[in-house]
């Protein structure tokens, strides 16, 4: 069971270029999540979404993009890359159902803006 | 909107004390509360919700409280041991939506 996979591990941009951050996972969870996470802070929410087609803001969505067209997939997009997105950014999903269950993380993106 | 503030940033204490983290939440009261292991370089990973009829909640040697009244949840890490050393998330849902996290607090145990 692979669970929450997040693609790539590692990642330098230089200012101004694009990418996609990817996220799948297997559980056919209802809900899915992208935090950022800069040094001694804890997570911030970027988007979020609560099912196929349906995304919403986070606290700091400004210069990201996200779709959700299946269940198992969330990327994330970063367009016009800045230094401010330097940062490490995890991808997490759970279960609506009560909307009481853990929530399970990705192995993390480094994410290295020059 | 919902904030969650972790009062303290680091802990350090001795092997065999027992850990006391807090967490607390401003305007509504969510329906549960969770805590969350991270470990350097790694996603966190979970331990344990407490909801918010529940008062205590045990795992093996971790225990969380929820106050609603006190708008606080507090983590107990008992007999603490050296493996115990982490950064340890509070969560809970915005509006009953996102998953929001707190700072964190970071945990050291020495021997």
């Known amino acids: 069971n692979a669970g929450v996979t997040q693609t790539p591990k590692f990642r330098i941009l230089k200012i101004g270029q694009s990418m996609t951050l990817q996220c799948t996972q297997d559980?056919?969870?209802?809900?899915m999540y992208w935090y950022r996470q800069d040094p001694g802070m804890g997570l911030k929410l970027i988007y979020y979404?609560?099912?196929?087609?349906?995304?919403d803001k986070g606290e700091v969505p400004n210069g990201y993009n996200v779709s959700r067209s299946t269940t198992e997939d969330f990327p994330l997009r970063l367009e016009l890359a800045a230094p401010s997105q330097t940062s490490v950014y995890f991808c997490?999903?759970?279960?609506?159902?009560?909307?009481?269950?853990?929530?399970?993380f990705g192995q993390g993106t480094r994410l290295t803006v020059v | 909107s919902q904030k969650i503030e972790q009062n303290s940033e680091a802990l350090n204490i001795q092997e065999g004390k027992t850990a006391t983290l807090t967490c607390n939440y401003t305007?509504?009261?969510?329906?549960?509360l969770q805590w969350y292991r991270q470990d350097p370089g790694r996603g966190p990973v979970f331990l344990l919700l407490?909801?918010?009829?529940?008062k205590e909640k045990r795992k093996e040697r971790l225990k969380v409280t929820f106050d609603t009244t006190l708008k606080q949840s507090l983590f107990h890490i008992t007999a603490s041991q050296p493996a115990d050393s982490a950064t340890y998330l509070c969560?809970?849902?915005?509006?009953?939506?996102?998953?929001?996290f707190g700072k964190g607090t970071t945990l050291s145990v020495s021997s």
């Open positions: 997490a999903s759970n279960y609506l159902q009560g909307r009481n269950t853990e929530a399970f």
């Open positions: 559980m056919n969870h209802n809900y």
């Open positions: 979404s609560v099912g196929a087609g349906i995304t």
């Open positions: 305007n509504y009261s969510p329906a549960y």
């Open positions: 407490i909801r918010e009829n529940e």
């Open positions: 969560a809970l849902d915005q509006a009953g939506t996102a998953l929001i």
